[in-house]
């Protein structure tokens, strides 16, 4: 069964940076599409950034020039490098597979089937 693990999360003040990392188990992760979304209290979770298996990728706009997403496939990680980081950043952060081995990038929430368990991102003003 694959799993997501994230980690990276943490306080920091406002203009700062994290970069959050998300560990996959499984010999497929090159043929995934990822996302890391985000989660504030009392709101909807929504979708951050995203990559395809062909490394294509999609910003929202509130976090974009600002965050940066990657992968490591040899690593089998997905990672979101977060700067200038702002207090309505913060959220709890997950990151999720699309396992289908669609070709382009999952941009609705219900195209991912799995899902980590999340690392709270907390900034400081």
């Known amino acids: 069964q694959v799993q997501l693990v994230e980690s990276g999360g943490g306080l920091v003040q406002a203009g700062g940076s994290l970069r959050l990392s998300c560990a996959v188990s499984g010999r497929t992760f090159s043929r995934y599409a990822m996302g890391w979304f985000r989660q504030a209290p009392g709101k909807e979770r929504e979708l951050v950034a995203a990559i395809s298996r062909g490394d294509s990728i999609y910003y929202s706009d509130s976090v974009k020039g600002r965050f940066t997403i990657s992968r490591a496939n040899a690593k089998n990680t997905v990672y979101l490098q977060m700067n200038n980081l702002k207090p309505e950043d913060t959220a709890d952060y997950y990151c999720?597979?699309?396992?289908?081995?669609?070709?382009?990038?999952?941009?609705?929430?219900?195209?991912?089937?799995?899902w980590g368990q999340g690392t709270q991102v907390t900034v400081s003003s």
């Open positions: 999720a597979a699309d396992s289908t081995l669609s070709i382009g990038i999952a941009t609705m929430k219900n195209e991912y089937d799995i």
